[in-house]
Structures are given as structure tokens and as C-alpha cells.
């Protein structure tokens, strides 16, 4: 099977009185708009190929580096400046609705003054949805602006699914507050865990994205013009406001782990001091009993007609005798 069956290539060549969309592109066709004098973005869907990105290399002429960062899956967020061309490797994720983890899905952008070619690994699920919508709107500041303005387009529909994903953290977080004050048990606990190991793979992957953002306005590079750089600190701001929201749902679980183990301290203690009290009651009458009990042939009241009435006469006071004086302790 060639790689072109594992390959989608949309294409989008567009300036503020220019449009043109190319879906299901072929390969070959990329290398035509290398000449173009309008805004051309080549969004690839693909396995990431060797020989869909040695031609999209060569087509383009990107710097030899761009490729081994386009093929290792294993990096984090980063941003590198090759003169010519800048690269931006984003992270987005997804929430897998059968293991209940994270899909990471690794998304290459590399941009030049006239074009931008976006590697996508296939995963359910897409973040630039809008951001089509928007250039097929003649009227959008997209249409009227550069490369780094799609740019920062693409980086902020990443830092917005991340909203998404803590919205379904934030519910889960409030869904074990609930168990934890009412009737935590051990799946509670698992909970807990659980939760708290999604929450800092999302702070794992958002720390370096604020980073990369960061990067992208401090830059000296003529690809990046000031009037973008303002929209790039808005978003800067969103992912400062991503950082945040994830640490005040750590500390929330942690406290949730403390109040859990309290919790369950407590009830133990409880039971504890139940069996205490019904242990002590029981040392006194174990005692009466045991007297009438042993086998000698003279023993006082052994005759008496009232004996047996006596002795659980004597039970019986001396219980509500020492319940009485665990109350007035405050025993429980």
C-alpha cells in the first residue's frame, strides 16, 4: 500500500481577494505552490512517512534538522529558528473514550514567509476545524494577514482544546469531592490516583507549550511581525490561565487524599472505640459471673432463693454504672 493511501493532504492558497482549497491533494501538486505569491497552507493528516516528508523537505527546501524533529514522536512542545523557516511542534490531545487516557497526538508546523506545511499524526479528532471555516470567510483576519498569524491561529486552537480537557477534569474533580465527603471507599482512592496522574501529563505537556509560546514572542525573526506578537501574549496568557487551573485541581486532589485518609482513619478509630467500650463493660461482668461460677461446694448466696435475680441485678448496674461515666467523659 503506498504511503499516498495513508495520506491526506489539504491544501489552502488564499490572500485577502484569493482563495483556492484543494481537499485530497496529491503529493506531487504540493511542489506548485512553492512559486506562490499568496498565503498557502498544506495541512498533511498522514503516519508521518519518511517519503511524504523527504518530498514536502525537498519540495520546500527546509532545512536537513526539520526533518528528524518532523519523524521523532518522542519530543516535547519545542520551537526552533532556522533563518529561513521556523519550526513549532505542538501537542494536542484527546481524551480516549474507551481507556479513559490521553491520545497525544504530535503536530509539526514549519512556516516561511509565504507558506505553512502542518504535520498531523491521525487521531480522532481535529483542533483546525475552525480555523478552515475562518479562511473560507473572505472577511477574516486571517485572509488579510501572514504566516504567523495562521500560526498563532493554530496555536491557540491548542491551547483551547486543553480548556476542554480540564472542563472534563474539573467535573470528575467535583464528581470525587462528592464520594470523598460522603461515602469514600477504596474505588474512590483509585479515583484519586488516577486523576492526579492525568493532571500533571497535562502539566507534562502544557509547561513547554507556554514555553514555545514564550520562544515565538521573544524571537528576533522577521517571520514574526510585532502587531502578531500581541495576539501570541494572549495566548500566552491562556496558557499561564491552562498552568493555573491544572495546579488549583492538583492541590484540590491533594487535599481530597488528606480529607480521604482522615476519613477513613476516623471511621477505624471509631470502630476502635466501640469495641474498647464493649471490651471494658464486659471485663467487670466476665468478672461477676466467673465468681458464681467456680466450683466450690460452700459459697455465699449459693442457697439463696434470690441468687440468680441478684447476680443479674448486679450486671446490670454496674453497666448503666459505667455507660453513665463514658458519657459524662464524653467517651462517645
Known sequence: MSSQEHTLIHIFDYNQTHFKEVANA????????????????????????????????QNFDFHPLIKENILDKTQRPKFEDFDKELFVLLKFLKRNTITQKFD????????????????????EGDAFENIRLKIRNPASKIRKSGTDFLV???????????????????????????????????????????????IMYLRKV????????????????????????????????????VLDTIEIN??????????????????????????????????????ITSIYGMNF????????KWGYFFVWGMVF???????????IKKWF
Open 250 to 287: 492538583r492541590e484540590m486532589l491533594t487535599g481530597m487524599l488528606d480529607v480521604y485518609l482522615s476519613s477513613i482513619s476516623y471511621r477505624m478509630n471509631a470502630v476502635m472505640k466501640v469495641l474498647t467500650i464493649i471490651s471494658t463493660i464486659f471485663i467487670p461482668l466476665t468478672f
Open 26 to 57: 496529491e503529493l506531487h501538486t504540493c511542489a506548485e505552490y512553492t512559486r506562490s505569491d499568496s498565503i498557502t497552507w498544506i495541512d498533511i493528516d498522514s503516519n508521518k512517512d519518511l517519503n511524504i516528508v523527504e518530498t514536502i523537505a
Open 152 to 198: 498563532y491561529t493554530l496555536l491557540d486552537a491548542t491551547i483551547e482544546s486543553y480548556f476542554n480537557l480540564l472542563e472534563d477534569v474539573g467535573e470528575q474533580v467535583e464528581q470525587i469531592e462528592t464520594a470523598v465527603m460522603s461515602k469514600p471507599d477504596s474505588s474512590t482512592l483509585r479515583q484519586i490516583y488516577r486523576l492526579k496522574r492525568d
Open 317 to 327: 448496674v454496674t453497666t448503666v454504672v459505667m455507660l453513665s461515666y463514658f458519657k
Open 206 to 241: 502544557v509547561w513547554p507549550m507556554r514555553e514555545v509560546i514564550n520562544n515565538l514572542i521573544m524571537t528576533d525573526s522577521e517571520l514574526i511581525k510585532e502587531n502578531t506578537k500581541i495576539y501570541l501574549r494572549d495566548v500566552y496568557q491562556h496558557a499561564s490561565q
Open 104 to 123: 497525544t497526538e504530535n503536530i509539526s508546523v514549519i512556516f516561511g514567509q509565504k507558506a505553512v506545511v502542518s504535520f498531523q499524526e491521525k487521531i
Open 297 to 304: 461446694e460452700f459459697i455465699p448466696e449459693l442457697k439463696w
